[in-house]
């Protein structure tokens, strides 16, 4: 898929990566839209001492989940749901700044 990727500090390349594979507890997003916001640009400035190059930045976005397979049938998502995951929850785990992402099951709204 494409993403757009920090490949280090000052360094953006719009290219292909691997398709996002969840962890427990998390959906597949197809993602419809995506802010850039004051933490991509600390980022990309290589202001975060968290960061990890390369990345693929992006945390305030919306989208529909395409893929629920590691989540308990108890859990409310279906394929088709419309999600816009809580930006601050969604900070760790989020790279949005590309055509999928996985996002918490935890950090939904709708
Ligand atoms: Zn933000």
Request: net charge negative; charged share 20%; glycine share 10%.
């Amino acid at each position: 898929m494409r993403a757009l990727t920090i490949v280090e500090p000052g360094v953006l390349e719009l290219g292909e990566v691997e398709d996002p594979t969840p962890g427990a507890d998390e959906v597949v997003v197809e993602v419809g839209a995506c802010g850039v916001c004051g933490t991509d640009l600390h980022l990309i400035d290589g202001e975060s001492p968290l960061a990890s190059y390369p990345l693929v930045p992006g945390h305030e976005f919306s989208g529909v989940v395409v893929a629920r397979e590691t989540l308990s049938k108890d859990q409310p998502w279906g394929s088709g749901s419309r999600s816009t995951p809580t930006p601050t929850v969604a900070l760790a785990a989020s790279a949005a700044q590309a055509e999928r992402t996985c996002a918490p099951a935890t950090a939904r709204s709708v």
